[in-house]
């Protein structure tokens, strides 16, 4: 071990390979013992920076339903990591989930259907990579400073009208202060892709004060009226950047968090050495060595060994990974150790691909934001030169159309209201990283959240996948021990989970498979073969019999009572004659009933779609309140099936496991991917890191939920600037009007998305 590098904590010698934390801080690699010294570290450098910083609590994160097997954590970081802050009480509004910590919803639902929400913080200090901690307080004094003195001077320049002739001088230079405030934010603060670009927005302040400043070089009476309207405008445009970025800290702080958790080492094979990489020095393809308390650093398949793990960042729940499946960056291992080829690394990363890219976010270039932001930044041009044209027709002058154009402009572009409609969906995607929920992309986000009709392929999504015989019985003169072994006989050439049942009863019951030849496996069907003297055994449902030409008449009641009961049958025959029934029953999945509730909540549509028997799929629907069923379709028709639904003017949603399900999958606008965050060619549109149906549902139910708010945040935060532009141009409102209504939908925005 090198001793020349120390924990800055403690001052013991690290090796930078084997550090137990390391992090990026003050612009340079930082490596510790272990968490403990980090976050000592951390309250240190948090104690040298000024107040503002020192009280600024975490987000909190809000409790989830009450009867929890998992409980509510947040994702959310600053740049020193944050303590975990207690639960929330129950109830609150649902959104996102943002704290010091990411985790997952419970395992129950709760009939309230609440998600966790952000309550937001205050912001951190802006800072630059590499930056001297001892600029880093002047930089902070001087936002400040542009803020509330520009904000105190646009409002008090309206003020001073009240004071009398003598003070109305100072309205000029206040408004102009305000104004020159507005350009200095647009240049020192680093600006937010998601926010309207800084042309559109201060240009339509400039406008305003340039038509106030242009009636004083004329010596025109209403210069002062402008110049308070010019102040008015200036001080409205920095309170909403204040509110918006005070809003969005909860975000901003997720993903840095996220950012931090993930930059781990990662033990890398190449050749006849392992060297321990960061993520992104790692390349897709190359082989990893995983063992016990490692954090996986990138996303991988397992291809030797198995472990049990935490499946994503801090989630409480674990599961057992072998080889074969996929396991994200941020596992923690618990147990066991393996090998895996990366399939994703650096900012490709399931848990980095909508965190890390303004290119992929959702509150970036989600198709509905991406609208709100196009119409603002352009409408603005728009709305000045109709308010212009439709002024000068109600006759007013040359100066009045300039400063009611202008005004307009600012209802449109310039109060930052539509950085409130973009927080939903950065909320709404962080929100799912809690759950083990990945979007594949801002268009799957949004597709997800126009769903409305959901559905779920049965078999080991909402039912448990191990079905067991609970029912054996002889139709002729055969003994029933005969007939399970001539069904385990044939079973063996299929791969269906009532096939292993059956070879699994054979198994305990001491009951020799008997030997059969030219077994052929029809999927959804069952398995035709030739038994040891030559005669014809089929084993399957009554499709496969009836189309195998064997009568059934003989149990056709025996039948339809057990799968009336929810049971699936499977028929055993020789020779063309029925000879005995097998009946197989299979449990609900844990939450299945609190899947169907969720999507329920969220107006959307369930259907069940199965290979059973109409009977048995619908004693399964009548249990979860599925009316829509489609029963008896094969694996090889349900792609089409899905095809059908979507002919119907409905967005579809499948929800299922990849291979068991890939046709229902495929044909969908939107496929839910049981188990499958991390795997390549990561081809479906959302990818759960856990097998939880409930977590399947949610994964839609948060991005419904998401867009709705972000629709509700178009008109609650856009609407009274546009009623103002309106107005003004038709002489119904006087100027001063425009930037107060504007700033009273920015108000009631920021207030929604904190509720």
Not at 129 to 148: Q, T
Not at 215 to 242: E, F, I
Not at 549 to 572: C, F, H, N
């Amino acid at each position: 071990m090198s001793s020349s590098v120390v924990c800055p904590a403690c001052g013991n010698p690290v090796d930078p390979l084997r550090a137990g934390h390391v992090a990026i801080l003050d612009g340079a690699f930082r490596y510790f013992c272990d968490e403990a010294c980090k976050r000592a570290f951390v309250v240190r450098s948090l104690d040298q920076l000024p107040s503002e910083v020192e009280t600024a609590a975490p987000p909190r994160v809000a409790a989830g339903p009450p009867v929890p097997a998992r409980p509510p954590v947040a994702v959310a970081e600053p740049s020193p990591l944050p303590s975990p802050a207690p639960p929330a009480p129950d109830g609150l509004a649902a959104d996102v989930v943002a704290s010091s910590a990411p985790g997952v919803a419970p395992a129950a639902e709760s009939s309230t259907n609440a998600e966790p929400s952000f309550v937001s913080a205050p912001s951190p200090p802006p800072s630059a990579p590499g930056l001297p901690k001892a600029v880093l307080p002047l930089r902070v004094y001087a936002h400040h400073a542009i803020h509330v003195g520009g904000i105190l001077a646009g409002f008090l320049a309206p003020a001073l009208g009240l004071l009398g002739p003598a003070a109305q001088p100072a309205r000029f230079a206040l408004a102009t202060f305000a104004f020159v405030a507005c350009g200095a934010r647009a240049v020192v603060v680093p600006r937010e892709p998601s926010d309207v670009h800084p042309v559109a927005s201060v240009l339509s302040v400039f406008a305003v004060w340039g038509t106030a400043f242009y009636a004083l070089k004329l010596g025109d009476p209403r210069a002062l009226r402008l110049a308070s309207v010019a102040g008015l405008a200036a001080a409205v445009h920095l309170t909403g950047a204040v509110l918006v970025d005070r809003a969005r800290e909860g975000v901003r702080t997720a993903r840095s968090w996220i950012r931090q958790r993930l930059e781990v080492p990662v033990r890398v094979v190449r050749g006849a050495e392992t060297l321990d990489l960061m993520p992104d020095l790692v390349k897709p393809g190359e082989e990893v060595v995983v063992r016990v308390g490692d954090t996986l650093g990138v996303d991988v398949r397992l291809t030797a060994g198995e472990a049990v793990v935490t499946p994503w960042l801090d989630a409480p729940t674990e599961v057992k990974k072998r080889e074969g499946d996929p396991v994200v960056a941020g596992a923690r291992i618990v147990a066991g150790g393996f090998r895996g080829v990366v399939t994703w690394s650096g900012a490709d990363r399931a848990w980095m691909k909508l965190v890390s890219s303004a290119r992929l976010r959702p509150d970036v270039v989600g198709p509905l934001v991406r609208r709100v932001r196009l119409t603002a930044e352009r409408g603005a041009i728009v709305a000045a030169a109709l308010v212009a044209v439709l002024g000068m027709a109600n006759g007013a002058g040359g100066i009045d159309a300039l400063a009611m154009a202008a005004v307009a402009a600012f209802c449109v572009a310039g109060s930052g209201a539509v950085g409130v409609v973009a927080l939903h969906q950065a909320r709404g995607s962080i929100s799912a990283l809690a759950y083990g929920i990945v979007y594949r992309d801002a268009a799957s986000f949004d597709a997800a959240g126009q769903v409305d009709v959901a559905v779920l392929c049965s078999r080991s999504t909402l039912l448990m996948g191990t079905p067991e015989i609970v029912a054996l019985e002889s139709l002729g003169s055969l003994r029933p021990d005969r007939v399970l072994a001539l069904a385990a006989g044939a079973s063996a050439a299929s791969p269906h989970p009532s096939a292993g049942a059956v070879r699994e009863a054979a198994r305990a019951k001491g009951e020799p498979a008997e030997s059969v030849r030219h077994a052929t496996h029809h999927p959804g069907l069952g398995v035709t073969a030739l038994t040891a003297t030559g005669e014809r055994l089929v084993v399957g449902n009554r499709a496969l019999l009836l189309r195998e030409k064997v009568s059934i008449a003989v149990a056709d009641g025996r039948v339809t009572a057990l799968e009336g009961e929810g049971r699936s049958v499977t028929l055993v025959a020789i020779g063309g004659k029925l000879v005995g029934l097998l009946a197989l029953q299979d449990g609900l999945r844990p939450g299945a009933r609190a899947a169907v509730q969720r999507l329920l909540d969220a107006h959307i549509e369930p259907v069940l779609l199965s290979g059973e028997a109409r009977e048995t799929c619908e004693t399964i629907g009548r249990s979860l309140d599925v009316e829509h069923i489609r029963p008896e379709v094969l694996p090889q028709d349900r792609g089409a099936e899905v095809r059908a639904l979507d002919d119907g003017g409905h967005v579809v949603a499948v929800l299922g496991h990849p291979q068991d399900d890939d046709a229902a999958l495929g044909a969908a606008q939107v496929s839910v991917a049981l188990g499958a965050a991390g795997a390549t060619p990561g081809e479906w549109a959302i990818a759960l890191a856990s097998d939880d149906v409930r977590d399947a549902a949610r994964a839609l139910s948060i991005a419904v939920e998401s867009r709705h708010r972000t629709k509700l945040a178009i008109a609650l935060g856009l609407a009274p600037g546009g009623v103002a532009a309106v107005g003004i141009a038709l002489g119904l409102l006087p100027l001063a009007l425009g930037p107060l209504l504007s700033l009273f939908g920015l108000v009631a925005a920021v207030v929604h998305a904190r509720m």
